[in-house]
């Protein structure tokens, strides 16, 4: 955005891709001073952060499995969805074997191979373009940057509040204009907290909130339509934002929120993206431009 | 077939002289000399009050678990032998917190706040390990 | 505040996804990125800014991909390119 604003660009490409064989090898072997006691991978980290919150305000799989399933049904609309034909259940969830105990395998975001891209200029330019502009309405980024040693942040607040309190203030609106969100979700846990220090539910009352499909096809605020990093792919932050603007264009076919899968029509999306365990933490709202 | 050994601590000019403690059965954090802050991982400057001088105190080796995790798959070869295996942070009494395993107890028996103790496991190439086991009673 | 509504996304490019033999990582960033420029309408000649999401640590055996090395893939010379962690 810097570089827009500076008039240092036009026109800037923003880009992610992996080949899933190196991104499992660097995830399994992703190793610094936890080596030696076994803790690899970023399920360890993020299971370990799940599970004081288990502790700390009684969350755990009756919360996650919401999220997972949720997505999975959300998956099965998208063409696109690497989990599309492998539909899950609420029973499939409590069966499923365990990886990281907390965490389930339905509660891991898929490894693979792809790229993610999109394309970013001044609404000046976009109004001229092929596509309806989605403008940024708002920005917010909060870095508690603390390691697992000091793991005071792994129940919330993450870096989510104060980042979604900036970015709501450049916005100008509140968090009841909202109308989906896209989450960054590279654990289930991980939207969970991320949704808990957004403020759409108080701490521990996400099981109550998830149930009943509030996030799913015909819910009250979807979120991570596309089946997000749980069931369609994992691109980084690229996986939630490209989706939020799709969606705004309104170019997302059998998954299209409004009337063919009984949600709003969105004006409004709610973007995510973090890093480390939780360590760093950035959201975007994304509005359709109407002149 | 010869399983690799576990992965070998980073034995950086940091985090040496913690290692090297360990050799002996101490376990070692440092503390600034300015603030008196007791810190984890070791380095360079004080986070609380950016003091350069530190010394090393020795812990008690007791503590409580803080959260933990249990590894139901081996992401390398040399845990195949351990799994279901438990890793925690475990928060030292002195304050900070360090990862380490949970060792001495069925996995389903950790809890958070459970109490632990240091125990110690030597391992090839010289290098020495804290983990924890539970404090009976 | 400043930046509301002054910019916006234009473009989405997307590539075939899930076990794609047969692939590097450097040739899905391609794809994705002339896709984008294409759904965005514009030529490749317009973007003048290049920011990549970092990359993993050392993905073994592949090449270091700097921001420098896609612009000269897509041939391109951007008065803006960075690498960038979140």
Redesign the interface.
């Known amino acids: ?1 810097s ?3 500076s008039g ?13 064989d ?2 499992r ?17 970023a399920a ?1 980290g993020y ?3 799940a ?2 919150a ?2 700390e305000f009684h969350t755990g799989p009756d919360t996650w499995k919401h999220i997972a399933v949720g997505q999975r049904q959300w998956a099965r609309l998208n063409p ?1 969805a ?1 989990l599309r034909d492998r539909p899950l259940t609420l029973e499939d969830y409590e069966a499923a ?6 965490f389930r395998l339905p509660d891991n975001c898929l490894v ?12 000046e ?2 109004r001229d ?3 309806p ?7 917010g ?1 909060h870095n508690p940057s603390a ?5 005071g942040h ?1 129940t919330g607040p993450t870096g989510a509040q104060a980042a979604f309190r900036q970015a709501l ?4 609106i509140t968090r009841s204009d909202i109308d989906a969100c896209q989450i960054y979700d590279c654990f289930t846990y991980t939207v969970e907290i991320t949704l808990q220090d957004y403020g759409f539910f108080e701490p521990g009352q996400g099981a109550q909130w998830f149930a009943g499909g509030t996030i799913e096809p015909g819910g009250a605020m979807p979120v991570n339509t596309s089946g997000g990093q749980l069931a369609e ?1 994992y ?4 996986t939630p ?2 989706e939020a ?2 969606q705004l264009m309104g170019r997302c076919g059998a998954r299209q929120l409004g009337p063919e899968t009984a949600t709003k029509k969105p004006e409004i999306i709610l973007c995510s ?3 480390g365990v939780l360590q ?1 933490h ?1 959201c975007c709202i ?2 359709r ?1 109407t002149p | 077939m010869t399983v690799p050994g576990k992965p070998s601590p980073r034995l950086d000019a940091d985090a040496a002289p913690f290692w090297e403690a360990c050799r002996s059965h101490r376990l070692q954090v440092q503390r600034c000399t300015a603030c008196g802050q007791v810190r984890w991982p070791p380095a360079f400057l004080c986070p609380r009050c950016h003091g350069r001088d530190a010394d090393w105190v020795t812990c008690s080796g007791k503590g409580r678990v803080y959260s933990f995790v249990v590894y139901h798959k081996a992401f390398h070869p040399a845990f195949e032998g351990d799994v279901p295996y438990v890793v925690a942070i475990v928060a030292l009494d002195e304050g900070p917190c360090l990862v380490s395993n949970i060792v001495g107890c069925d996995p389903s028996r950790v809890h958070c706040e459970m109490p632990v103790q240091v125990t110690w496991e030597d391992r090839p190439n010289r290098i020495t390990v804290p983990l924890f086991r539970p404090i009976d009673g | 505040m400043g930046l509301k509504d002054k910019y916006a996304i234009v473009g989405v490019g997307y590539t075939p996804q899930g076990k794609v033999p047969a692939r590097t990582t450097l040739s899905f960033h391609l794809e994705a990125c002339a896709n984008a420029i294409a759904d965005a309408g514009l030529k490749p000649h317009d973007v003048d800014g290049l920011i990549v999401y970092r990359h993993f640590p050392g993905p073994t055996g592949e090449r270091d991909l700097t921001p420098y090395l896609l612009a000269q893939h897509l041939g391109i010379a951007p008065t803006y390119a960075y690498q960038d962690a979140n």
């Open positions: 955005m570089a827009l604003e240092l660009c036009r026109y800037v490409l923003l880009t992610y891709a992996h080949s899933g190196s991104l090898r660097v995830l399994d072997e992703i190793s610094g001073d936890e080596a030696p006691f076994g803790l690899f991978g360890g299971a370990l952060a599970r004081r288990m502790h696109r690497i074997p365990f990886l990281v105990e907390p693979n191979d792809g790229g993610r891209a999109c394309i970013l200029t001044s609404l330019r976009a373009l092929k596509q502009p989605v403008t940024i309405m708002g920005l980024q390691d697992l040693y000091q793991p792994l203030g450049m916005a100008g792919a691109h980084m932050g690229l934002l490209t603007v799709m993206d973090n890093g760093t950035a994304l509005r431009w």
